[in-house]
């Protein structure tokens, strides 16, 4: 590399400010009006300042340079520049909010050129880099454990390099969103509050990073109850969205601070910001912009607002609107659920519940096309609630194994919990559910039997998961069989208890609830004081059998089967045991009793 292109990297890493950025700009153009430059030199002039460009806003600008970087770098054979210019492109993209322009083909290439003879800390920094990029698209896909497994590590490499002080903002902004998705607020906090302390600088995109934890720290604050701290976050963001323009990320917060003033009551100043909201949006001309987001938006802070109202016509125009938005805004549909559920508590009208369910259906399809899988595990739950409510009780536990299923597929462990909770409360009142079947007690008396308006204040951002208080399971009974019944490996956890009674017992369970545990993929059935559950793993049924809280017991049940289904000799074992009928015990094979005592017995 030429002295030319070091001085110009090092002066990039050590830019603080957007007038710095705009001086260099003016160098590189002179530099590149003498022209004694080499056809290397020229492209790595052209790289920098698509980098310029994305620190001063341009994005599409440094897109339109770094992509005509990329190609030239290819042909002039420079892995630096063709990586330089592909992650330029990546933060550009980002910053736009165009994740479908992110190319996994121009990530894998990256990561080929990382293999190339770089220098080490090129490569560290590189590798930080795409593992940052891989967690933003883990993020979009809601996929959170692994969000922060690439974070994380891409934390690890670059915050021992100071020239990417830029960058670690950033991480910090995108391991906080994962642990409020999950739910953790208190670690959620920890790590937007460090994006704030180690932003510096004054480019837009710093700035604008710092706004998005602002903002998100808001949102934790309201959730947590803390109404005053969470209004002087958010303003403190709009500030920064207001001088840039921003339109979606802007009408956002003028929205949160409607909401969070009609949850204090103070419906003078959530009009007042509503008023507030509509000048920032007079600055935009709705027939030019591109993007009519906004304006959407807009009608449905207007919306939220009328149906708060305690006239019955503007409480009218405000459903009229919230109607008109089912397609695009979920906390549209969630505040109708609302409403509608204000109004069966008032009338005690069952037919209200035909009113609710093509929302809850349109719900969980806007869940699923935004990949919020956080909020289609609640739709789940809410439709849990209501099927109850219809003394639909096999299709309620079916809706709540559903809901806990995608909770814990996405790595959403609290909620998860919440949703466990759900289902051994019901267990714990199934013989009043039943008794309440059987007499027809009326829609009153089952309102409250069911948590129907906390689940809608957590849809709303109004309500935090609590952590569930972990108490320890009592078990009983581990058992691996056949769906036909055939027993293949069964051990007992309490003294004095047989075999022949327990699975005697177990199996008048399991023939009366078989056609629900595979019909409805139920996971869980409850008999006198024992639950049993239940997870299948390939051809078998693993089944467990506890007294007391059904979640930690179900994580030990997930780790079992994942055992059973990844341990070659336990497989292999069973397998034999299905030919030769003989059962397997805890030293045969060894590793099966060594897998018992490990997860059930630590």
């Not at 590149?32 to 001063?56: A, H, N, R, V």
Request: aromatic content about 10%.
């Amino acid at each position: 590399m030429s002295t030319l292109i070091s001085e110009l990297l090092e002066k990039l890493q050590k830019l603080s400010n957007t007038e710095q950025i705009e001086e260099q700009l003016q160098y590189l153009e002179e530099i590149q009006k003498t022209g004694d430059c080499t056809p290397e030199e020229k492209l790595w002039i052209q790289t920098l300042k698509s980098s310029y460009f994305m620190y001063l806003g341009m994005f599409k600008d440094a897109v339109e340079l770094a992509d005509d970087a990329f190609q030239k770098s290819i042909e002039l054979d420079v892995p630096q520049i063709s990586f330089h210019a592909l992650m330029v492109r990546f933060g550009s993209w980002m910053q736009l909010s165009r994740p479908q322009e992110l190319s996994v083909e121009d990530l894998n290439y990256c990561e080929k050129i990382l293999n190339t003879s770089l220098p080490l800390n090129v490569i560290e920094v590189g590798k930080g880099i795409i593992n940052f990029i891989k967690g933003w698209l883990s993020f979009m896909g809601g996929k959170m454990d692994l969000t922060l497994e690439q974070t994380l590590e891409s934390l690890r490499l670059l915050e021992k390099y100071p020239n990417q002080s830029l960058t670690i903002p950033y991480i910090f902004t995108l391991i906080g969103y994962a642990y409020n998705e999950k739910g953790e607020l208190e670690t959620a906090l920890t790590f937007l509050i460090k994006a704030l302390e180690s932003s510096k600088g004054d480019y837009m995109h710093i700035n604008t990073n710092r706004a998005m934890a602002l903002n998100k720290i808001g949102e934790i604050y309201y959730q947590k109850g803390n109404l005053d701290e969470a209004i002087g976050y958010f303003k403190k963001s709009l500030e920064t969205w207001i001088q840039y323009d921003s339109l979606i990320y802007g009408g956002s917060i003028f929205d949160n601070l409607i909401n969070i003033s009609l949850y204090m009551d103070l419906p003078k100043q959530a009009e007042d910001y509503l008023n507030q909201f509509k000048q920032f949006l007079q600055r935009f001309d709705k027939n030019k912009n591109p993007n009519a987001e906004i304006f959407m938006q807009y009608k449905w802070s207007k919306g939220r607002l009328l149906t708060s109202s305690t006239r019955t016509r503007d409480k009218a125009k405000g459903e009229k609107i919230l109607m008109g938005l089912i397609d695009y805004i979920p906390q549209a549909v969630i505040l109708l659920c609302k409403l509608f559920y204000e109004e069966l508590h008032s009338t005690n009208d069952l037919s209200i519940l035909d009113d609710i369910q093509p929302l809850i259906e349109r719900l969980q399809h806007l869940s699923e096309r935004g990949n919020s899988y956080s909020l289609l595990a609640q739709t789940k739950l809410l439709q849990g609630q209501l099927s109850l409510l219809r003394m639909n009780i096999g299709d309620a536990r079916q809706q709540l194994t559903q809901a806990q299923h995608i909770a814990e597929e996405h790595d959403l462990q609290l909620l998860a919990q919440a949703i466990s909770k759900e289902h051994d409360k019901l267990f714990e009142k199934i013989d009043r559910w039943q008794n309440v079947k059987k007499s027809d007690v009326v829609l009153s008396d089952r309102l409250n039997f069911v948590s129907i308006e906390e689940i809608l204040d957590r849809m709303q951002g109004r309500r935090a998961l609590e952590p569930l208080e972990s108490i320890k399971e009592e078990p009983i009974f581990l058992l691996i069989m056949g769906r036909d019944g055939v027993s293949y490996f069964n051990h007992t956890f309490v003294q004095d208890w047989t075999f022949d009674d327990i699975f005697s017992s177990f199996m008048s369970a399991f023939n009366s609830f078989s056609s629900e545990i595979f019909a409805k993929s139920i996971d869980r059935i409850k008999i006198d004081e024992n639950v049993i559950l239940i997870r299948p793993v390939d051809s078998y049924l693993i089944c467990y059998v506890i007294k007391g809280q059904s979640y930690p017991a179900l994580q030990k049940l997930t780790r079992f089967s994942d055992a059973i289904k990844w341990n070659t000799e336990i497989s292999e074992a069973l397998k034999k045991s299905v030919k030769t009928g003989e059962e397997l015990d805890l030293n045969n094979p060894a590793s099966l009793g060594v897998v018992v005592n490990d997860i059930f017995n630590s």
